[in-house]
T-cell receptor
Framework: GEQVEQLPSSLIVQEGASVLINCSYT??????FPWYKQEPGKRLQFIID?????ERKQTQRLTLLFDKKTKHLSLHITATQPGDSAIYFC???????????FGDGTVLTVKP | EAGVTQSPRYAVLQEGQAVSFWCDPI?????LYWYQQPRDQGPQLLVY????????NSQLPSDRFSAVRPKGTNSTLKIQSAKQGDTATYLC???????????FGPGTRLTVL
């Protein structure tokens, strides 16, 4: 089945820095890639997504890049704030199975 | 719109006890998912429904876990005889037909002693 890997597993940065979270998947039948954020004690919250017919998507301080050939995604967060501290999950939706497979998350800590 | 709701929020059991989790999806969302999220891992799909039909339950430990969605709205996930390895947060999510992202509930944190 699909496997999703995220790196790094954790990041600690100073407020204002930019961060990059990498994600790779294995199944070429995955066509949709939503990302979620999980703050302590809160529910998973959708933050950005991209479909396999796109290469780039940007919203506010988030930029998501997608390389179909290498099965790789990267999430770039600019001008980080302490409120960005959370676990970030990459996921891959397989159109054949209807299943969403998650990575194990990247723990981001932004220090003021 | 009201979000996905789950109850209870927490459960603590001894091994061998049974427990049920309840989920109320967003109104109009035809697809409902149950995930298990062990500590420090991502959510892992257990089962999902489209309306009242089970579409995939291949990851559900069928000897002890069961899930139903009888009217295509609310859903119940039941563990018959809990084991320590079932300790995790159980998440419910819903999605509308043709929609993109799934919407998650707050989860039920289960501890099996």
């Amino acid at each position: 089945g699909e496997q999703v890997e995220q790196l790094p597993s954790s990041l600690i940065v100073q407020e204002g820095a930019s961060v990059l979270i990498n994600c790779s998947y294995t199944d070429s039948a995955s066509v949709y890639f939503p990302w979620y954020k999980q703050e302590p004690g809160k529910r998973l919250q959708f933050i950005i997504d991209i479909r396999s017919n796109m290469e780039r998507k940007q919203t506010q301080r988030l930029t998501l890049l997608f390389d179909k050939k290498t099965k790789h995604l990267s999430l770039h967060i600019t001008a980080t704030q302490p409120g960005d501290s959370a676990i970030y999950f990459c996921s891959a939706y397989n159109t054949n199975t209807g299943k969403l497979t998650f990575g194990d998350g990247t723990v981001l800590t932004v220090k003021p | 719109e009201a979000g996905v709701t789950q109850s209870p929020r927490y459960a603590v059991l001894q091994e061998g006890q049974a427990v049920s989790f309840w989920c109320d999806p967003i109104s109009g969302h035809d697809t409902l998912y149950w995930y298990q999220q062990p500590r420090d891992q991502g959510p892992q799909l257990l089962v999902y429904f489209r309306d009242e039909a089970v579409i995939d339950n291949s990851q559900l430990p069928s000897d002890r876990f069961s899930a139903v969605r009888p009217k295509g709205t609310n859903s119940t996930l039941k563990i018959q005889s809990a084991k320590q390895g079932d300790t995790a947060t159980y998440l419910c999510a819903s999605r509308r037909l043709g929609g993109g992202e799934q919407y998650f509930g707050p989860g039920t944190r289960l501890t099996v002693l």
